[in-house]
């Protein structure tokens, strides 16, 4: 197919791959930087509700309706004491954190953190420390949240504000504890053995609870995949999901390649789920193990931030990534990865939120939308329902990295009941429009309801203060669906959503 000839998706509602979890659209938020303090929590911002939580922060990240929420770390969480953060404040320690070298305040803690979920209709979704912490720490942590009051910790809570638990469901059992630079890191049976015995406590307060085992810290890591197969041969029937993390770069500065990176994601989810099944098989299972990407994101060029570290300082600027519109494309070609591996994806979160390596930057009392904001908004709006296999015919082109790859990389979501049907599509040609025929096999939809796009002639351009507004998603005219057939011109460079009516 040469590449100016017409492109072709094909649809059939029938063929579908599964149902979109909608914890797929989850985010992060660690002490880390200014993700927290001056992110979320800043009293003294003019921006500041009464319980000190940025107004403005929570309505960005209640549009962007992410359905859960990763805390407190990250690394940080390794060197964690969680009863630092609760009770009144000014009793509260300031302690030298090591993971980022910063001072850590403990003015935000776990009971901010679930009034802050509460805020923006999140679910709470807390890492405990395998690091220095110990497994009667993450036992008490579950008590402190889930637990009636009538005992030590969930009188504690009861104390700070909150008779009734929290309810939390989601835990992780810790973070990256295959790197080495994780505080308390530990090889893959260590972690294994300690991970399941905190399992079993954790359970033991609350067997309600659905708990994620580390995997590999990312898929270059010398220990990856053995990593995840010991940890899932011991952990098993322990847990319910099985962590991947990610940070794209395009360090080599060369677009073609980057903007194709779905192929090593997309292999990355193979590798990852081809261990879950021979381990399922291993053990003669019934029980069911998914897949976490509790951190993925673009990061690469806020890295010297992180051998500077914080330098023992309050909330220290770091991480803070300025993301332009190829990094947008490649965040749209990462939903659409999840979106075609729904059968075994079932959470991911973002990381960050705010700040840190974040959709959102703020100052003392601005905020900015970056342009990775957009692609995440389009999906947590419009992909409900179940995901469907495409054939998608496009013309190719030539990368670097993974050969020869199409120009178009498109997902969809099905919702019947709802009638509801969209197509998220990204033209990584550099510099020529695609002409694009979509062909409905199976039903005669009557019209595009909505059709949205993020565009430019650079790959290079971002937001900033100056210009909040470069990058957006816009409005675009909405192609006519002529015998279940729409066409449609995609510029290069270019992400497009469409909401279609049945
Ligand atoms: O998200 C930033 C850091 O990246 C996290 O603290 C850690 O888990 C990962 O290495």
């Known amino acids: 197919m040469s590449q100016s000839e017409t492109a072709r998706v094909t649809i059939d509602t029938k063929r579908v791959i599964s149902e979109i979890s909608p914890l797929l ?87 901010e953190f679930i009034r802050f979920c509460r805020e923006i ?39 700070n504000g909150s008779a009734s638990p929290y ?40 067997k309600s609870i659905e708990l994620v085992l ?49 192929a090593e994601l997309e292999d990355y989810v193979d590798t990852v789920a ?4 021979t381990v399922k098989a291993k053990r003669r299972s019934k029980h069911e193990v998914y897949l976490s990407w509790d951190e993925w994101n673009v990061w690469y060029k806020a890295r010297e931030a992180t051998d500077l570290r914080g330098g023992w300082k309050e909330a220290p600027p770091l991480l803070e990534e300025v993301y332009n519109l190829e990094d947008a494309l490649v965040v749209a070609t990462w939903l ?11 959470i991911a979160c973002i990381a960050q939120i705010v700040n840190v390596i974040a959709p959102i930057l703020t100052t ?55 009638g509801a049907h969209s197509l998220f599509i990204v033209n990584r040609s550099l510099s020529e429009p695609t002409p694009l025929e979509i062909r409905w096999q199976d039903i005669k939809p009557t019209r595009v309801r909505t059709a949205q796009q993020l565009a430019g002639p650079d790959p290079a351009a971002f937001n900033s203060w100056e210009q909040p507004n470069r990058l957006t998603t816009r409005p675009i005219d909405k192609p006519e669906i002529v015998d279940g057939v729409a066409r449609l011109s995609l510029p290069p460079l270019s992400f497009t959503a469409l909401g279609v009516e049945l």
């Not at 300031?94 to 993971?99: G, N």
């Not at 999906?379 to 013309?395: K, T, Y």
Request: glycine letters at 8%.
């Open 25 to 111: 659209f989850s985010g992060f938020a660690e002490h880390l930087g200014r993700c927290i303090y001056e992110g979320i929590y800043d009293p003294a911002s003019p921006q500041a509700d009464e319980y000190g939580l940025r107004a403005d922060v929570l309505a960005a990240l209640r549009e962007l309706n992410l359905r859960a929420m990763r805390y407190p770390g990250g690394n940080f969480v390794s060197g964690y004491r969680w009863e630092d953060g609760i009770g009144p404040k000014d009793q509260r320690p300031r302690r030298r954190e090591m993971a980022w070298q910063s001072i850590e305040t403990n003015q935000f803690g776990t009971d």
């Open 121 to 159: 209709g999140t679910e709470p979704m807390l890492a405990v420390n395998l690091g220095t912490g110990t497994i009667q720490d993450a036992a008490n942590l579950v008590e402190y949240c889930n637990a009636q009051t009538g005992s030590h910790y969930a009188d504690l809570r009861a104390a």
């Open 167 to 206: 309810a939390v469901k989601y835990w992780c059992l810790g973070n990256e504890m295959d790197g080495i630079w994780q505080i308390g890191h530990l090889d893959a049976v260590d972690y294994a053995k300690k991970a399941s015995e905190a399992a079993k406590l954790m359970r033991l307060q609350d």
């Open 214 to 262: 580390c995997g590999s810290s990312s898929s270059k890591m010398p220990t990856y995949p053995d990593w995840d197969r010991i940890g899932l041969e011991i952990c098993w029937d322990l847990v319910q999901y099985h962590s991947m993390h990610y940070y794209a770069d395009n360090s080599d500065d060369d677009t073609g390649s980057y903007l194709a990176l779905s």
């Open 274 to 277: 081809a261990v879950l099944r």
């Open 336 to 346: 659409n990865v999840f979106l075609r591996r729904a059968d075994v994806l079932k």
């Open 364 to 418: 003392s009392d601005k905020l900015l939308k970056q342009s990775i904001y957009y692609p995440l908004l389009m999906f947590s709006q419009m992909a409900r329902g179940n995901s469907l296999d495409l054939l998608v015919e496009a013309p190719r082109y030539e990368t670097k990295k993974f050969g020869d790859m199409p120009l178009l990389d498109v997902s969809s979501a099905h919702d019947a009941e709802a």
